[in-house]
């Protein structure tokens, strides 16, 4: 039996929690300038579609936690942001293909306990993954931002 996938629902000013994974969990983001490079990309873009409050960039796969920006919509933001890593990864690597898995994931946050557990969900991504011991350790990561008030990506939007 084939589930269906239920319609997205693209609500204007809401705030989201999205992961996104590479095709077939493929590690691209082990190297550490395509990571750096996600990162880079992912902050840049902050501003123009979407309120950008917390994210982490793992192996094989990103989560943001974002609020739309007018007329934005959940899809165009993933599209953007994967259209734009893929073709960077593709040329720096010297490669054709999908980088990015075909569907992603993302909520509407509800509360500010949602919100709350949603971050905490991000920042605490790589120790469960045991990849850090502390989440401010993980530099792809508003983490250490939103503890010590440091970030090599700048600020992030309050709540």
């Given at each position: 039996?084939r589930?269906?996938?239920?319609?997205r629902?693209d609500l204007?000013n809401?705030?989201?929690?999205v992961?996104?994974?590479?095709?077939?969990?493929?590690r691209?983001?082990d190297?550490?300038?395509a990571?750096?490079?996600?990162?880079?990309?992912?902050?840049?873009?902050?501003?123009?579609?979407?309120?950008?409050h917390a994210?982490?960039?793992?192996?094989?796969h990103y989560?943001?936690?974002?609020?739309?920006l007018?007329?934005?919509?959940?899809p165009q933001?993933?599209?953007?942001i994967?259209?734009?890593?893929?073709?960077?990864?593709?040329?720096a690597i010297?490669?054709?293909?999908?980088i990015?898995?075909?569907?992603?994931?993302?909520?509407v946050v509800r509360?500010t306990?949602?919100?709350?557990?949603?971050?905490?969900?991000?920042?605490h991504?790589?120790r469960?993954?045991?990849?850090?011991?502390?989440?401010?350790?993980?530099?792809?990561?508003?983490?250490?931002?939103?503890e010590m008030r440091?970030s090599?990506w700048?600020?992030?939007?309050?709540?």
């Amino acid at each position: 039996m084939r589930h269906r996938r239920l319609p997205r629902s693209d609500l204007p000013n809401e705030t989201y929690f999205v992961s996104v994974t590479t095709a077939r969990l493929t590690r691209w983001f082990d190297d550490p300038s395509a990571a750096e490079s996600l990162c880079r990309l992912i902050c840049d873009e902050r501003g123009r579609s979407f309120l950008l409050h917390a994210f982490v960039v793992m192996p094989d796969h990103y989560h943001l936690l974002v609020t739309l920006l007018a007329a934005h919509r959940i899809p165009q933001v993933v599209q953007r942001i994967n259209s734009l890593s893929a073709r960077f990864l593709n040329a720096a690597i010297g490669r054709e293909g999908r980088i990015w898995a075909r569907r992603f994931y993302d909520h509407v946050v509800r509360n500010t306990d949602d919100f709350h557990e949603c971050m905490q969900y991000i920042h605490h991504n790589p120790r469960v993954a045991v990849l850090v011991e502390s989440p401010c350790d993980h530099i792809y990561s508003s983490a250490a931002f939103w503890e010590m008030r440091e970030s090599r990506w700048g600020e992030f939007d309050p709540p």
